[in-house]
């Protein structure tokens, strides 16, 4: 059984740049959620989504902003990127938003100069 | 709003003794998780539990839920080297939000 798949794995953008995650989780699993992960923060939920629509959101500015597709794949972008936004983003999916495990992708690691 | 808190944040241990990490959270948090971190890698979920009074065994980890003192604990067994990363527990308080603690870096030594 395939897991979630998150790409790209690896980038560096430079300060002021846009970036785009994605996420694609395992087959049958409807519910996706993102997280930050830092040394100084530890991990942060970023927003969740389930079946297209936006169901939770984290204290996070503006500039992260998310969406799902119809085939449950997710995105996440962050515009006008600052160097504390340097983290691995991690995204979770599961069967229904709210019982049962939740699988984590191996993560997007951003690095902002 | 849940807070999730962890401790020990480090624990060095010998192989083939045995220890606790606990972690209690301030509000009704319907589960909570035990994943499993690496360095540079991703979490690996370990237990999911669901009501007071839950119980999970895997190997050399057990977890258990006390509901009503809001405590979760991980309790590790004959500890081997391959034990050796970050765990986290988390608990959710509204949908499928999940608040993490702050991790317990476990060092297992020969």
């Known amino acids: 059984k395939a897991g979630v798949t998150q790409t790209p794995r690896y980038l560096i953008k430079t300060r002021g740049q846009q970036v785009t995650l994605s996420c694609s989780p395992i087959?049958?699993?409807?519910?996706v959620s993102w997280y930050q992960q830092t040394p100084g923060q530890g991990l942060q939920f970023l927003f969740e989504y389930f079946s297209e629509t936006q169901r939770n959101k984290g204290n996070f500015p503006g500039r992260f902003s998310g969406r799902q597709f119809s085939n449950s794949r997710s995105e996440m972008n962050v515009s006008t990127l600052e160097l504390g936004d340097s983290a691995l983003y991690l995204c979770?999916?599961?069967?229904?938003?709210?019982?049962?495990?939740?699988?984590f992708g191996e993560g997007s690691r951003l690095t902002v100069l | 709003e849940l807070k999730v808190e962890q401790n020990p944040l480090f624990l060095s241990m010998q192989e083939g003794k045995n220890y606790t990490i606990y972690c209690n959270y301030s509000?009704?948090?319907?589960?909570l998780y035990w994943y499993r971190q690496d360095p540079g890698k991703s979490l690996e979920s370990l237990f999911v539990l669901l009501s007071n009074g839950a119980v999970k065994q895997e190997g050399r980890l057990m977890a258990s839920l006390d509901t009503k003192a809001r405590l979760s604990t991980l309790h590790i067994t004959a500890a081997v080297h391959d034990l050796s990363a970050t765990y986290f527990c988390?608990?959710?308080?509204?949908?499928?939000?999940?608040?993490f603690g702050t991790g317990t870096r476990l060092q297992v030594t020969l």
């Open positions: 979770a999916t599961g069967r229904k938003g709210n019982t049962g495990e939740l699988f």
């Open positions: 087959s049958g699993h409807r519910s």
């Open positions: 509000t009704t948090s319907d589960r």
């Open positions: 988390a608990g959710t308080g509204t949908a499928s939000k999940l608040t």
